[in-house]
């Protein structure tokens, strides 16, 4: 391999390593390739090196050599996003923070818990449920997802209907600069008017603004009972009509997710949860709470599905079951990479009102373009995920699959939709930005971008 | 030398993994050191990129495949069903037919093991008489506790520990060729296996036993070779190739209803013979026939399905250790935990991370010490919270791994090892009044 600017003897090298310790830089080729990708289908980037600092001290002075000599910064957790927002940049020191793995404090009196950027995802819901308390927010990869790149990426979930995505549960966050300066936003307050709300502007920002190496979570008391039903109809519309009728009905559940039947086939032959194989859809509907509350609601949505021609409606019988539902249900993007060699995954939203007409839209995209699309997800807050099964290798199959991606997200521009309900932007997404908000205000972020990195060294190249 | 192994390889087997990570958590050697190089998707990436010429496989590349357990818990958690099992062994066979993990130490080693034990049934078992009498003569504890060969060289001194005491009496001196039941209703082969018929061929007894009292003529050739599984997973196609078509030509596979295996690490090798000869005129369609007619024991009795025993045995608690490549490979997962449950006087107890690796994985305790000894004394440490009184287990290099760990642990309760089947075909003994044996 030719050597690069961060090969072992290089200055920048020995700096790095004396910051971070010698076995903690990575600079040869088949160390750098493994770290060429994140979870995004087709993308991949070596980058230049790759480091693990060991605190936000380090982070610190890793990035204020970065600075000095210009060179990109690529934030990566554990390589699970799914825009592309951790493929290095060419070139780049991608800033591998798996190490930065502590709880640093449960409070039970304030419902808070402070983490360092590493912890991964549930191990935060497993802590806290050792004080009775409750962390929602569950994306797909949450058993090895860390809580930084779900603060970065503003992740969502399956409980995002009743319990919002990330957003809703940051309370202040220990931000490194783009000069390497440490600031700490926000506090343990409920409410705080003082100035501009600037932790919201780092969660979400996808490691443009600023590397975020702690963050201060809310947490809610856990729900005493929890109630889980799969249901299962003949064709899509009963699916999404039972959906309709429950918010109708003025139930909040926590959980209502759709699954077409090529996702429930691909879904089936990994987990054998015993989803029917003759189905035409599958709604997995969960919710929790007070336990005669609970009790209640499920009644009610049982009878909502078998009012909408439910073919059966099942419940899960213990804690294990439902837990193997949801489990099942979270494998669903990799699950369908069973059918084809590519999966391109989407992550539409639109309002609810408007869900009926996007899913029948898709249908008809995957006819007109002749394309496989199965498509997956939370119907309860309007975010789908049509998955496009394609060949990355096949050229014109893949101009095919861009046509229909660029119809998809128009369709969802003109329902008042957003082109990603919680994957990010990235590199995947980066193309259609500019048609959901329009020149003031692309603008408007390319304006806030400057402000906080001048020199364009934090993941440049994504987003916009 | 033919073509490069990885670029032989089928491409839509690595463009299958789309990376998401859920194979990370279930990933011994990367709960390790958590680098990515170290995980499955890492492996798979490096693979990828010798297939596409992007990378040059040098002696990290070979080191890297090395240090994977080849335990598979990667293809259990992955939900895209990628096959890892092909990828690492090409990968391997790579390392291999470039020559890049070579010395003349490691030269040694492979051509001792796998060109000349592990080829020849009648020089293995000569081997293992030797070993008996060694073991009988206590000339095994004198090695072990000399200095000499301690300082001469470390590792002979971690060999000389871990060779397994042999059984007196091989499978051929206790099977007879064929047997059959009072009632028969199947026909089926045993296999016999290499370490399984030196240091346990009590478990073929075993074996044997219960097919009979399940209605099952048993087929067992007197003299089979190793099935080539420690060739194949450790890069030696061609060797593994001629192993194969052995076993092929010594059961009469037309008269037999299935072919049985009771070892985790062979079955998931000898279910997979059609791809390994798959370009071999003569053999590919006998292959295809004996991939359709292999079954694990545990699979097999809980199919037929086998007659729960009514005889109990002395209250115990017991653990169950899958092998992995039953559990992950095979993908046998409860059949052993119903075997056990069917037998009366005994309570299985959970195991924590019971499939996770042990640390045997072929000859890895010998390859990577540190890192063996580490998974192993997990295992021992999970065993030893379970209060349970015996664990069992259906591999020999499992079964020889915790025996060592076991051991090792010393002090405490003592916890024996055995294997699922052994403990079913005691229970039928004592259905008859015989002796107990355990």
Known sequence: ?464 | MSAPALEKLDYAVVQQCMHCGMCLPSCPTWRMTQRERNSPRGRIALARAVADRRLEPDSDFAEEFSFCLGCLACQTACPADVQYAPIFEAARAEVQDRGLLSTPATRFYRWISLRVLFRHPRLLRLAGRLTYWTHFLRLDRVLHSSEAVSLFSPRWHRLLGMIPPVEKRFSHQQIRPVEVPAQPRWRVGLLTGCIQDLAFSRINRDTADVLLENGCTVVTPPEQPCCGSLHAHNGETRSAQELARRLLDLFPLDELDAVITNAGGCGNHLRHYADLLAGDVRYAERAREWDCKIRDIHEWLVALPFRPPTAALPAKRVAYHPSCHLHHGQRVRVQPGEILKSIPGLEVVPLTDATVCCGSAGIYSLTHPVESDQLMEDKVCHLLATGADCVATSNPGCDLQLRRGLAAAGGGKEITVTAPVSLLAEAYRREAGGSPKI
Do not use: W
């Open chain 1, 1 to 464: 391999m030719a050597s690069s600017r961060f090969s072992p003897g290089s200055a920048l090298h020995t700096e790095l390593a004396a910051v971070a310790g010698a076995d903690q830089v990575l600079s040869k080729e088949i160390d750098l390739i493994p770290y060429a990708f994140d979870g995004t289908a087709a993308l991949r980037q070596d980058p230049g090196c790759v480091v693990f600092p060991a605190s936000a001290e380090e982070v610190s002075a890793i990035v204020r050599i970065a600075a000095r000599e210009r060179i990109p910064v690529v934030c990566r957790g554990s390589g699970t996003g799914l825009s592309g927002g951790s493929v290095p940049s060419p070139g780049s020191l991608v800033l591998g923070l798996q190490r930065l793995n502590r709880i640093l404090e449960t409070d039970p009196r304030n419902l808070t818990m402070h983490v360092e950027t590493g912890v991964i995802t549930a191990a935060i819901d497993e802590e806290a449920a050792l004080h009775g308390l409750f962390y929602p927010p569950d994306p797909g990869s949450i058993r090895i997802s860390t809580i930084g790149g779900n603060v970065a990426e503003n992740s969502g979930g399956l409980r995002g209907l009743k319990y919002g995505v990330t957003r809703d549960y940051v309370m202040g966050l220990d931000v490194v600069l783009a000069d390497g300066e440490r600031v700490f936003l926000g506090n343990k307050c409920v409410k705080d008017a003082a100035g501009y709300s600037l932790k919201d502007l780092f969660i979400g920002s996808e490691g443009t603004l600023g590397i975020i190496t702690s963050i201060l979570l809310r947490l809610l008391p856990r729900p005493r009972a929890r109630r889980t039903l799969v249901a299962t109809f003949p064709e899509i519309e009963g699916g999404a009509l039972t959906v309709s009728d429950i918010i109708a009905a003025r139930i909040i559940p926590c959980t209502l997710e759709f699954l077409d039947r090529t996702t429930m086939e691909c879904v089936e032959a990994f987990a054998a949860v015993g989803f029917p194989r003759d189905a035409g859809s599958l709604l997995l509907m969960e919710t929790d709470g007070e336990p005669e509350v609970v009790e209640r609601e499920a009644a009610a949505m049982a009878a909502i599905a078998l009012q909408r021609g439910a073919l059966e409606v099942r419940q899960a019988e213990t804690e294990e079951e439902a837990i193997r539902l949801a489990q099942a249900r979270r494998s669903a993007f990799a699950a369908l990479a069973r059918v084809r060699p590519t999966t391109i995954l989407e992550d539409v939203t639109v309002p609810r009102s408007e869900l009926a007409a996007m899913v029948r839209f898709i249908a008809d995209t995957a006819v007109r373009h002749r394309l496989l699309i199965a498509t997956f997800g939370h119907m309860g807050d309007g975010n789908l995920h049509p998955t496009i099964l394609t060949d990355e290798t096949d050229a014109e199959e893949m101009e095919r699959v861009e046509q229909a991606l660029s119809d998809i997200v128009d369709q969802t521009i003109a329902l008042g939709g957003t082109i990603t309900g919680e994957h990010g932007v990235g590199l995947a997404k980066k193309p259609y930005l500019p048609r959901q908000l329009g020149d003031p205000g692309m603008r408007l972020l390319r304006q806030v971008r400057l402000a906080l990195d001048p020199h364009g060294i934090l993941n440049p190249g994504k987003i916009f």
